[in-house]
């Protein structure tokens, strides 16, 4: 293993020399994603000799805002939206200059029912979400199951929610600790459609509670194996009470923050810098890049395990498969709607589900299943600017623009591995279609069109965020989600740190800190905090 660091570069930060074998670090964090980053900072400020290596050219991973259209003052947060899961403790414990906006709205579900355009509306406001769903089903019943069934994933959140950033439960642990056993039967036992089937009768209700359980999760309501329960669990998890706000000047404010904790806590970070590769004895490592060979006791990866493998030169695990359709575009004004019952920037202020009925999903997994683009894609849609006016420019605020990003659901990345990019048109094409159908006029007479003269619109497949990201298959989370407990057979006392807090690899001193850990996925820095504490224990 090489020697000490030089002293110029711990003080500075500085690049060394290509080649150059560089000295010892307590923790060399392989990825500046926002994990890595809650990670670098949590070790920093305990006193740990800290380097990230990030491959891109900027920290923040998938958490970044961009300015996408030339032309136009307006950041995007390009490929993760909304923040649910982030705990205020990792806030807290870093001292972020970091906030959130709750959204006014819910969701908003268009459809038609006998020729007649109406919608579901879930406001705050409860006295006028009871009218909406009498609107829409003529009686009081879905909402008083909806409140029901609400209530009890509110209860599983306040229970579960705390429990990730500490030591993993067993099963019969967090069992005893919800406390519900028909919560527990119904979100961790049998499959959601049944529980969803029980508590409600309208198609569109039963599609816009399922929603949750799809996101980047190409499944369907009565899978066995319950990947659309972990799914579901994480998304009603968020913050204890489930609620998914929006990130107060883009979602890049929040790795922003985060990079400016961890320098200030003493952490270096280098960009424009790969890691090609990692050894280790299972006491101490080495990290290769191109600008150096960086040795340490622990190596924290904030990358996938199937990109962790090929570091190590070991066999990969099976590949993931992402599935979704990621869209960003700029909107001169937002688009009148054929429900005239409801305001655009009301039904736009939530997220806006397109084609989400009950059946409409299932008909839309059944053909993608079997290699189809959807006849009738389903999407949601969410217009950051409603809530958040600071990431536009003061004059296209003023004018009315606004930024708006939709997530295509069931596309998985098995659908573009032919023929991409007109595979990738179409899908867009058909998707903006059924959007259309519940509009008073098309949205492409609202895009707004950039410097260049083309319409401010940018649609990204699973391969393309695979390859812009590094991310296995597109898969959002990197490998599949799993219940956040470990085995009832594994004797606590007797486990490391590592598997005790669910950041564990094959090599004692490797640690996953990425969204392929345990209650990894989604933006919440859990993981980085868990890989953190782990490698503290040491």
């Excluded at 970091?98 to 705050?124: D, K, N």
């Excluded at 929603?211 to 329960?229: I, Y």
């Excluded at 202020?349 to 009925?357: L, M, N, Q």
């Excluded at 859990?526 to 490698?535: K, L």
């Amino acid at each position: 293993m090489p020697g000490t660091i030089p002293d110029a570069a711990h003080r500075t930060g500085a690049r060394p020399p290509a080649g150059q074998a560089v000295g010892a670090y307590d923790a060399v964090i392989v990825g500046g994603g926002h994990n890595g980053l809650v990670a670098a900072a949590y070790l920093a400020r305990a006193g740990r000799r800290v380097i990230v290596l990030e491959r891109l050219g900027r920290t923040g991973g998938a958490a970044v805002s961009t300015r996408l259209f030339p032309g136009f003052d307006a950041r995007v947060s390009r490929y993760a939206y909304l923040v649910g899961l982030l705990p205020q403790k990792i806030v807290k414990d870093l001292g972020l200059r970091f906030t959130v906006r709750r959204r006014a709205v819910s969701s908003y579900s268009p459809t038609a029912r006998a020729g007649r355009p109406t919608g579901l509306l879930v406001e705050r406001d409860q006295s006028r979400t009871r009218a909406s769903f009498a609107r829409l089903t003529g009686s009081d019943k879905e909402f008083d199951s909806w409140q029901r069934f609400h209530g009890m994933t509110r209860h599983v959140a306040e229970r579960v929610f705390p429990t990730l950033t500490e030591p993993l439960p067993t099963r019969a642990g967090l069992r005893a600790r919800i406390d519900d056993r028909a919560a527990w039967e119904a979100l961790f036992e049998r499959p959601l459609g049944e529980a969803i089937e029980a508590a409600f009768d309208d198609d569109l209700v039963r599609g816009t509670m399922l929603t949750d359980a799809l996101v980047g999760t190409f499944t369907h309501a009565h899978d066995t194996t319950l990947r659309q329960n972990r799914c579901f669990l994480y998304h009603v998890i968020g913050g204890g009470t489930g609620d998914w706000n929006v990130p107060v000047g883009g979602m890049g404010a929040l790795t922003d923050a985060l990079a400016d904790a961890a320098r200030s806590a003493g952490a270096h970070i280098l960009t424009e810098c790969e890691a090609t590769h990692i050894a280790t004895d299972g006491h101490t490592a080495e990290v290769t890049s191109p600008q150096g060979t960086f040795a340490a006791r622990h190596v924290l990866v904030n990358a996938s395990p199937h990109e962790l493998a090929r570091l190590l030169g070991e066999p990969p695990p099976p590949a993931a498969e992402g599935s979704q359709l990621k869209v960003n575009m700029l909107l001169r004004r937002l688009p009148r709607l054929r429900d005239t019952a409801v305001e655009p920037h009301t039904a736009f202020s939530g997220t806006f589900h397109i084609s989400e009925g009950y059946e409409e999903l299932e008909t839309a997994y059944r053909q993608a299943s079997i290699g189809r683009i959807p006849s009738a894609p389903p999407s949601e849609i969410y217009c950051h600017s409603l809530t958040d006016p600071s990431v536009l420019g003061t004059a296209l605020a003023r004018e009315g623009y606004h930024t708006l990003t939709l997530f295509g659901l069931h596309t998985p990345s098995r659908l573009f591995t032919t023929d991409h990019d007109a595979t990738r048109e179409r899908l867009l094409r058909a998707t903006l279609e059924q959007l259309d159908s519940h509009l008073a006029e098309p949205l492409a007479d609202c895009l707004a069109v950039d410097s260049d003269g083309r319409p401010c619109i940018e649609a990204k497949s699973p391969l393309d965020l695979e390859g812009e990201l590094g991310l296995p298959g597109g898969n959002i989370f990197h490998s599949a989600l799993e219940f956040p407990y470990r085995d009832d057979t594994d004797n606590g006392d007797e486990l490391s740190a590592a598997a005790r807090w669910g950041v564990e690899t094959a090599h004692p001193n490797i640690l996953l800190c990425g969204s392929g850990a345990a209650r990894g996925g989604l933006v919440s820095g859990i993981p980085g905090h868990n890989a953190a504490m782990a490698a503290l224990s040491h």
